[in-house]
């Protein structure tokens, strides 16, 4: 059994959008699905931020910690799910 290589995204899901319109933006570690346009710029802004200063750190989204990703998600400002008490 071959081991494949670990990879890991950032999940953006915008449930404002009430215009009908279909955002969608893919990137370096990023997927972003909905929310209005103003939601879906924040969340366009705060990836790019992210990657940013992963960039800085010289490290892969799949190579940092839960706690350096919660780090670093508080500084650029996102919404991060609360962690799972088995976590």
């Not at 494949?4 to 370096?28: C, F, Q, S, Y």
Request: charged letters at 35%; zero cysteines; proline letters at 3%.
């Amino acid at each position: 059994m071959v081991n494949k290589p670990k990879k890991a995204i950032m999940l953006g899901l915008g449930l404002d959008g009430r215009d009908e319109h279909l955002r969608i933006t893919r990137g370096k570690n990023f997927q972003l699905y909905g929310g209005s346009e103003d939601t879906h710029a924040d969340m366009q802004e705060k990836v790019i931020k992210f990657n940013e200063k992963l960039d800085d750190k010289g490290k892969q989204l799949e190579e940092i910690s839960r706690n350096e990703f919660e780090d670093i998600a508080a500084q650029v400002g996102m919404n991060v799910p609360p962690r799972n008490s088995n976590s």
